[in-house]
């Protein structure tokens, strides 16, 4: 069964700094990693998915990520952490193959100082 | 609506009794999601259709919990004798799919329906 580590509960982040988001994988098999974003009382709204292709993926709001394959990470990265950035962030991880379920791991609250 | 929609937007019940859960997808798509999200965790999988069909049920926790979606449409999650337990919100997420493969597609959350069970 397919699973997402996220070690860090939250991540603390003064403005105008790099922010990244650690997570870590397991499936069977090619993976689909997908990132969320969850404001307060919010549903989860995509950010960016790894399918095949180019390791290095944009998304939406200046995010970007890095499939490493044989490190199975998946890390979220900004550049230049905006307050707005704050929220919680979600990474989610699908089989290439077989079930459609999207397994998801616990998030990180991304605090960013002003 | 341009989005999921989930109705109630917010549920208080009393231990015991029957609750039912709405959820209607973006027009035109053929998978729904059915997830619980419990505080300071991520979404827990319950259950996911393909049209009309449970494709994968293998997440509903125990037999108080029942979802349908008689049209392929609007779907129903049913939990039955609800228990203090089953605080949670519940998130409904559609996306474009094709039967018997993996979707690339990347799936449009609700904004949930958040169950208090006293």
């Known amino acids: 069964a397919q699973s997402v580590a996220q070690p860090e509960d939250q991540v603390n982040v003064a403005e105008g700094n790099p922010l990244t988001v650690k997570c870590t994988y397991s499936?069977?098999?090619?993976?689909?990693l997908f990132w969320y974003v969850q404001y307060p009382n919010r549903g989860l709204q995509f950010l960016l998915k790894?399918?095949?292709?180019?390791?290095l993926v944009k998304g939406s709001y200046g995010f970007e990520a890095e499939f490493n394959k044989s490190q199975t990470s998946f890390h979220l990265k900004k550049p230049s952490a905006l307050v707005s950035d704050s929220a919680l962030y979600f990474c989610?991880?699908?089989?290439?193959?077989?079930?459609?379920?999207?397994?998801f791991g616990k998030g990180n609250q991304v605090v960013v100082i002003p | 609506g341009a989005g999921v929609s989930q109705t109630p937007s917010n549920k208080v019940t009393e231990k015991g009794k029957y609750v039912e859960l709405r959820c209607d997808p973006i027009?035109?798509?053929?998978?729904l999601y059915w997830y619980r999200q419990s505080l300071g965790q991520g979404p827990e999988f319950l259950i996911y259709?393909?049209?009309?069909?449970?494709?994968?049920d293998s997440g509903l926790p125990n037999d108080r919990f029942f979802a349908v979606r008689p049209e392929g449409s609007v779907s129903t999650l049913k939990i039955q004798r609800t228990e203090r337990g089953d605080s949670a919100v519940y998130l409904c997420?559609?996306?474009?799919?094709?039967?018997?493969?993996?979707?690339?597609?990347?799936?449009?959350f609700g904004e949930g329906s958040r169950l208090t069970v006293l």
């Open positions: 259709f393909q049209g009309t069909g449970a494709a994968d």
């Open positions: 790894y399918i095949t292709g180019d390791n």
């Open positions: 499936v069977s098999g090619n993976p689909y």
């Open positions: 997420a559609s996306s474009l799919t094709s039967s018997g493969t993996a979707s690339t597609g990347e799936l449009f």
């Open positions: 989610a991880v699908r089989a290439s193959y077989g079930n459609n379920r999207l397994a």
């Open positions: 027009s035109g798509h053929t998978a």
